[in-house]
């Protein structure tokens, strides 16, 4: 075989190795090009959310204990119900900057959450929970006791209910359980209707059992929230 017949045959193997050296680096630098846009992407984002004008959290109520503190005992059915961020929210201030959000709920769908202990009496109850366009209405008990029901639909984005005064409640010491229980929906509620959001949860003393300079007393000392904690409380 002559020398040129030899160069031939050689070009003719590398060939298609350099046909794979080319898609392989075209490969590289289209990934490395995607990268970078992600990478400037985020970068935005970031520099948006760094800049974004956050207002002054307003002092959360005495005595607020966080949904997210209260042990889920029991579900009508495997649903999600997740300590969602707030932060993404422009309605209002939400504790802790966070809500437990139930989606995936249908009509007559409920979770319980267990209360923490107190001495056998009677207390006052309120709930913060969280409006939205597609939150339903929502039913409360304690202790099997219904107790009341509340319309969480909001026509004005998501935002915190504010105090809900459910009433006096009987609570008789240990295992003490809050149900809360999807009733029905509003006329103007969007799709999916049902999901619901709480923040968090005040139990006090009725104000004729105060300790006499005319407010009640929130109990017990070690459910009450930090000075610096934010507050669902929009009234």
Do not use: C
């Not at 992600?38 to 307003?58: F, W």
């Amino acid at each position: 075989m002559t020398k040129r017949e030899n160069e031939q045959a050689h070009a003719g193997r590398t060939e298609p190795y350099g046909r794979i050296l080319d898609l392989t680096e075209a490969g590289l630098w289209v990934v490395l090009l995607v990268v970078g846009v992600l990478v400037a992407l985020a970068v935005l984002r970031d520099s948006e959310t760094r800049h974004r004008p956050s207002p002054t959290a307003k002092p959360a109520p005495g005595g607020l204990i966080e949904a997210e503190d209260l042990p889920v005992i029991s579900k009508s059915q495997e649903f999600s119900f997740w300590l969602q961020p707030s932060s993404g929210f422009t309605g209002g201030y939400w504790s802790k900057d966070g809500h437990m959000f139930a989606h995936g709920t249908e009509l007559g769908d409920w979770v319980e959450l267990r209360l923490p202990e107190y001495e056998p009496g009677r207390y006052v109850l309120e709930l913060f929970m969280t409006k939205a366009a597609d939150y339903g209405v929502i039913a409360v008990f304690v202790n099997n006791t219904r107790l009341g029901a509340f319309d969480l639909w909001s026509g004005r984005g998501v935002m915190p209910s504010g105090k809900l005064e459910v009433g006096e409640v009987e609570l008789a010491g240990r295992k003490n359980l809050l149900r809360l229980v999807i009733e029905g929906k509003n006329p103007n509620a969007a799709p999916p209707f049902y999901q619901f959001g709480i923040d968090g949860i005040r139990i006090r003393k009725p104000a004729s059992v105060s300790d006499g300079d005319g407010e009640a007393d929130t109990i017990p000392e070690d459910s009450e929230s930090d000075a610096d904690r934010t507050s669902a409380e929009t009234e």
